[in-house]
């Protein structure tokens, strides 16, 4: 159950996919999506987590009176010096590339392609999927990376690509391509050549100086070039992605969409931390009115001060007014606290965990704190128990327990929004009310 914010992580470079066109294919089933080998390691999960030390004796408020807390940096971080030479070999995107998207764009998608390999045209539908739903946040460029070992009649796809462009039909000549990939790759170099033909001139070509230029040695010696480069680095596998400039393995959209989302909400997040607004000698119940109805919890301050602090914090901030429960399993917990609905984020900053050893998983309705596998990655995010989870022990930060509304917590949606992202939305957080005592 790792927590919130992920960072990309700038893996080997040269460690490839599992759905990738290599130089040993593998043909994707037809019914299946394939797998993707991810180079950012940060995921969601179920698995027991190493126990954290207690740490009670660290402050709970800073010099500057607010509670102790890191600030969470950006999605994507500035790269160092070492991941900047490890990436060197993938060159910056320049004018003699082909784009499309604004310039702006959150997210820039660059994918070294082969027209002719199974996983480039699932990558297609995904990345097309991903800019029909973000038309001003994505910028996709194509890099070509024809293996002609595999695919014999891929270079020529890509040549013809490139001279689409020439003549600014690059993109219609890629949807093309990759619309009738299936078909195409089965025909001869002369039969791909007539078909380059006929399509030339439906989208409006010039066709006697698309064919001039197919074969012309600056197109050759550009494609050529671009793939020499590749293999020379060590890189032979297709689809290669990157996005905002680091490699990533899993190009599926709801993937790619949870990095849009994610950057998005980084410009509400809180750049501070939170000021030590609760009294440890006072009691606290927390009322979450939800779309199926109230759930209401006893907070445990004197055990768990920085973790109900920042919960009350946040509530009375509206920062979970409107928030869904993006991951419920009924047989385990329930766990919301990210405004965009992922569980890849949070409210910008990160606290230590408070094990108390008299607090325990061991029965249900539990209220813990999300985190990472890092000390001191406990944030907004938080979960409910369904049932006993002893495993749990030791690892998160117990703040309080559900006593009232166990009838509500049972009815909420089952999801997962790590597993399938594109599921329909959870049962959502209306309001928080804190009542002090």
């Not at 959150?106 to 027209?115: C, K, N, Q």
């Not at 006072?282 to 920042?310: C, F, Q, R």
């Not at 965009?340 to 704190?369: F, H, N």
């Not at 001191?376 to 006993?388: E, K, N």
């Amino acid at each position: 159950m790792k927590n919130v914010m992920k960072y990309l992580w700038i893996a080997m470079i040269f460690m490839m996919a599992v759905s990738a066109c290599q130089i040993q294919e593998v043909t994707p089933p037809a019914t299946e999506t394939p797998v993707a080998l991810e180079t950012e390691p940060v995921e969601p999960e179920t698995t027991e987590i190493v126990p954290v030390v207690p740490t009670e004796e660290l402050p709970l408020v800073g010099e500057d009176g607010n509670m102790s807390c890191t600030l969470v940096g950006p999605l994507f971080a500035e790269l160092t010096e070492e991941q900047k030479a490890q990436l060197a070999i993938f060159p910056e995107v320049s004018g003699d590339d082909w784009t499309k998207g604004p310039e702006d764009a959150i997210l820039t998608v660059m994918e070294y392609t082969d027209f002719f390999c199974p996983y480039c045209g699932m990558a297609y539908a995904e990345l097309e999927t991903l800019i029909e739903k973000y038309p001003d946040d994505v910028r996709l460029v194509y890099r070509p990376l024809p293996l002609d070992s595999l695919h014999p009649t891929a270079p020529l796809a890509a040549y013809a690509a490139e001279s689409a462009g020439m003549q600014g039909k690059f993109w219609e000549m890629y949807d093309a391509i990759f619309l009738n990939r299936e078909v195409l790759s089965s025909l001869t170099a002369e039969e791909f050549t007539e078909w380059l033909k006929t399509t030339a001139a439906d989208i409006g070509m010039d066709v006697d100086q698309f064919a001039a230029d197919i074969a012309s040695e600056d197109v050759i010696n550009k494609i050529t070039t671009a793939q020499q480069t590749m293999f020379e680095a060590g890189v032979s596998s297709t689809p290669t992605v990157l996005v905002n400039g680091r490699p990533v393995g899993n190009w599926q959209s709801a993937y790619l969409s949870n990095f849009i989302e994610v950057m998005k909400a980084e410009k509400d997040m809180v750049r501070e931390c939170p000021p030590f607004v609760i009294d440890q000698d006072k009691e606290y119940t927390a009322t979450i009115t939800t779309e199926k109805g109230d759930l209401v919890l006893e907070l445990y301050p004197e055990a768990a001060p920085l973790a109900v602090n920042s919960f009350v914090y946040l509530a009375r901030e509206g920062f979970y007014n409107d928030v869904t429960f993006h991951r419920v399993y009924h047989n385990f917990m329930a766990q919301t606290g990210d405004p965009t609905g992922t569980g890849w984020s949070g409210a910008g900053y990160q606290y230590r965990e408070e094990i108390v050893p008299e607090l325990t998983y061991d029965e249900a309705y539990m209220v813990g704190v999300a985190r990472g596998q890092a000390e001191g990655s406990s944030g907004s995010q938080f979960f409910i128990t369904y049932v006993p989870y002893p495993s749990l022990n030791g690892g998160y930060t117990i703040f309080g327990k559900l006593i009232d509304g166990i009838d509500v917590f049972e009815q909420i949606t089952e999801r997962d929004a790590d597993n399938n992202p594109d599921a329909p939305e959870g049962d959502k957080i209306i309001s928080i009310e804190i009542i002090e005592k």
